[in-house]
C-alpha cells in the first residue's frame, strides 16, 4: 500500500476511535476525565495493536508489522458509535440494558470476525493457528481490563447493586463477567496450544 494512503487510513481510523471514545462516555457520570476525552480509546488501539503483534509473531505470520497490525486494529472501530447512543433516554433501564448488550455482541462479534479474516487473509495463518492466534491474546485483553476494573463497576455488581447504582451499561458488565471467568478458564489451554505450535513452526524452520 502506497505510503500517503496508508496514512491516510490511518489517520481516519485513529480519528474515528477518539469519536467513538467520546461517543462511549459523553453521558456516563462514572467516567473520569480522560474518558470523557476519548483518550482511553485512543491509548487502547496502540496497546491493542502491540498485545496482538507480539503475542501473534512467534507464529511467523506473513505481512506482519506493528504499523499493519496498528492501522487495522483502528479500522475496525466504526461499529463502536453504537454505544453513543443514549438510549436510556428514550426506553425503560431494562430495555436499554437489552440494546446495550445487543450493541456489545454485534462490536464484538464484529472484530472477531475482521480479526479472523484478517489472520487468514492478510497473517496467511490457517487451522488451529487463526483459532490460538485469535482467542488468546483476547482472553489476556479481558483479564487485564477486568484486573484494572476500568469501569469502576464490575466488582460492584458481584457483589450486588444498590437501585441508585444500576444503569443501562449493567447488563453489559455482566457479560464482560461471564468472558471474563471464561478468559480465566480457556487461557491455560490457549496456552498450552500457543507454546506447541511455536514449537512445531521452529522445528519446521530448522
Given at each position: 500500500?502506497?505510503?500517503?494512503?496508508?496514512?491516510?487510513?490511518?489517520?481516519?481510523?485513529?480519528?474515528?476511535?477518539?469519536?467513538?471514545?467520546?461517543g462511549?462516555?459523553?453521558?456516563?457520570?462514572?467516567?473520569?476525565?480522560?474518558?470523557?476525552?476519548?483518550?482511553?480509546?485512543?491509548?487502547?488501539?496502540?496497546?491493542?495493536?502491540?498485545?496482538?503483534?507480539?503475542?501473534?509473531?512467534?507464529?511467523k505470520?506473513?505481512?506482519?508489522s506493528y504499523?499493519?497490525?496498528?492501522?487495522?486494529v483502528?479500522?475496525?472501530s466504526?461499529?463502536?458509535?453504537?454505544?453513543?447512543?443514549?438510549?436510556?433516554?428514550?426506553?425503560s433501564?431494562?430495555s436499554?440494558?437489552?440494546?446495550?448488550?445487543?450493541f456489545?455482541?454485534?462490536?464484538?462479534?464484529?472484530?472477531?470476525?475482521?480479526?479472523?479474516?484478517?489472520?487468514?487473509?492478510?497473517?496467511?495463518?490457517?487451522?488451529l493457528?487463526v483459532?490460538?492466534?485469535?482467542?488468546?491474546?483476547?482472553?489476556?485483553?479481558?483479564?487485564?481490563?477486568?484486573?484494572?476494573?476500568?469501569?469502576h463497576?464490575?466488582?460492584?455488581?458481584?457483589?450486588?447493586?444498590?437501585?441508585?447504582?444500576?444503569?443501562?451499561?449493567?447488563?453489559?458488565?455482566?457479560?464482560l463477567?461471564?468472558?471474563?471467568?471464561?478468559?480465566?478458564?480457556?487461557?491455560?489451554?490457549?496456552?498450552?496450544?500457543?507454546?506447541?505450535?511455536?514449537?512445531?513452526?521452529?522445528?519446521?524452520?530448522?
Amino acid at each position: 500500500m502506497d505510503v500517503s494512503i496508508f496514512n491516510y487510513y490511518l489517520v481516519f481510523g485513529i480519528g474515528f476511535t477518539w469519536l467513538c471514545g467520546i461517543g462511549r462516555y459523553w453521558d456516563n457520570p462514572r467516567a473520569d476525565l480522560w474518558q470523557y476525552l476519548g483518550l482511553g480509546s485512543v491509548g487502547y488501539i496502540f496497546v491493542l495493536a502491540a498485545i496482538l503483534w507480539a503475542v501473534i509473531l512467534p507464529l511467523k505470520p506473513s505481512n506482519w508489522s506493528y504499523k499493519n497490525v496498528l492501522l487495522f486494529v483502528s479500522l475496525t472501530s466504526p461499529p463502536a458509535i453504537l454505544y453513543a447512543i443514549p438510549v436510556e433516554r428514550f426506553v425503560s433501564l431494562q430495555s436499554a440494558q437489552l440494546a446495550n448488550v445487543w450493541f456489545l455482541a454485534v462490536v464484538a462479534i464484529w472484530r472477531v470476525a475482521l480479526l479472523l479474516k484478517y489472520l487468514k487473509s492478510v497473517a496467511r495463518l490457517s487451522g488451529l493457528c487463526v483459532f490460538v492466534a485469535t482467542l488468546l491474546p483476547l482472553t489476556l485483553i479481558v483479564a487485564l481490563l477486568s484486573a484494572l476494573n476500568l469501569e469502576h463497576v464490575v466488582f460492584k455488581i458481584m457483589a450486588g447493586l444498590e437501585n441508585h447504582e444500576k444503569s443501562a451499561n449493567d447488563s453489559a458488565y455482566i457479560i464482560l463477567l461471564f468472558i471474563t471467568y471464561f478468559s480465566v478458564i480457556a487461557s491455560p489451554v490457549l496456552l498450552s496450544l500457543y507454546g506447541w505450535l511455536i514449537y512445531k513452526r521452529r522445528k519446521q524452520n530448522i
